[in-house]
């Protein structure tokens, strides 16, 4: 089971942090992606993160607002969102990739679990 925490309404230029545990895994074990779904919009990528956290990869929309991080210690993903804008508002999910391999895939089907999702609403 994939938890997710965070969310809610903010004012543009704001921050929030989102951040997604699995249950009863190990996170060192996986690939962690961040996806985001806009009203009558198909799910996107945002961020990815390796097993290893060596890896890091944001979709261009993101770049240098968003940070994802882990701490495999505490098993918990992170995303940190900061300048937000109204183009942000969207639910976000969390989801999750057994780390067959190196590669931390940035295409929602290579996802095995996924969370529940929260809203993010971004106001001007």
């Known amino acids: 089971q994939v938890l997710q925490f965070g969310g809610g309404p903010v004012q543009a230029g704001g921050s929030m942090r989102l951040s997604c545990t699995l249950s009863g895994r190990p996170l060192g074990n996986y690939h962690m992606g961040w996806f985001r779904q806009a009203p009558g919009k198909e799910r996107l990528f945002v961020a990815v993160?390796?097993?290893?956290?060596?890896?890091?990869y944001n979709t261009d929309s993101v770049k240098g607002r968003f940070t994802v991080s882990r701490d495999d210690a505490k098993s918990t993903l992170y995303l940190q969102m900061n300048s937000l804008q109204a183009q942000d508002t969207a639910a976000y999910y969390c989801?999750?990739?057994?780390?067959?391999?190196?590669?931390?895939?940035?295409?929602?089907?290579?996802?095995?679990?996924w969370g529940p999702g929260t809203l993010v609403t971004v106001s001007a």
């Open positions: 993160i390796s097993r290893d956290g060596d890896t890091t």
């Open positions: 989801a999750a990739k057994f780390a067959y391999t190196s590669r931390a895939p940035t295409g929602a089907l290579e996802y095995d679990d």
